[in-house]
């Protein structure tokens, strides 16, 4: 009598075991964008509710063990939300390949002004103080006192540093790289020195203004 009742037992549980394992699937799929029909990653798929479900990999791939007749919803950020039934004549493994449609949402115009009202605007509008223009700017930049000030701190250009450096080299050559000679002693310039005396080019002269006036 117990042998027949664990037999029993057995059968039925070997019934419900099989009735059960054939409500089980397992989908595969591919999710793809449907303008593009390029493989969308990252979207959501999850199971009606139910607190389960997975995430498409980069490819697009996913797999996941649901029950026929369940219902499959699709979500991703920027596309329409839509939902798959799986059939109850569905195979106990099946693939399918799922499209994806753009949600465009058109948001109507809307306005920012860093002021909260009509009369602060206005007021802002009318003592706003403009910016000159871009002739006024550069007259500014080229007055005489804008370009001495620039000129003092613009370095030497590459064509007068190489000047600079070849006539150290001259002098370092003419004198042998010793002591630099007395020039007090120098009777050559002793004689420039009168002429240029007599010539009076020691006299003061006038100051002459090399740049424009404003």
Known sequence: MKKLFFIILLLISSLGF???????????????EGDSLQPMPFVHITVKNERFGTISDYYGFFSLVIEKGDTIEFSSVGYHRNQFIL?????????????????????????????????QFKYA???ENIPDNGNVRAKKNLSRNALMAAAGSVPMSGSTTYKYELQNRYTKLYQGYGTAPNRLLDPIA?????????????????????LPND
């Open 87 to 119: 059939p109850d004549s569905i195979s106990n493994t099946s693939s399918i390949i799922h499209v994806m449609m753009k949600d465009t949402v058109l948001l109507k115009e809307f306005s920012v002004y860093p002021w909260p009202t009509r009369e």
């Open 18 to 32: 099989c009735q059960s394992e054939t409500k089980i699937i397992q989908i595969t799929g591919v999710i793809v």
């Open 190 to 210: 002793w004689s420039k020195f009168i002429k240029a005396w007599k010539n009076g080019d020691f006299k003061k002269k006038k100051n002459i203004n090399y």
């Open 125 to 127: 509008f009318m003592h």
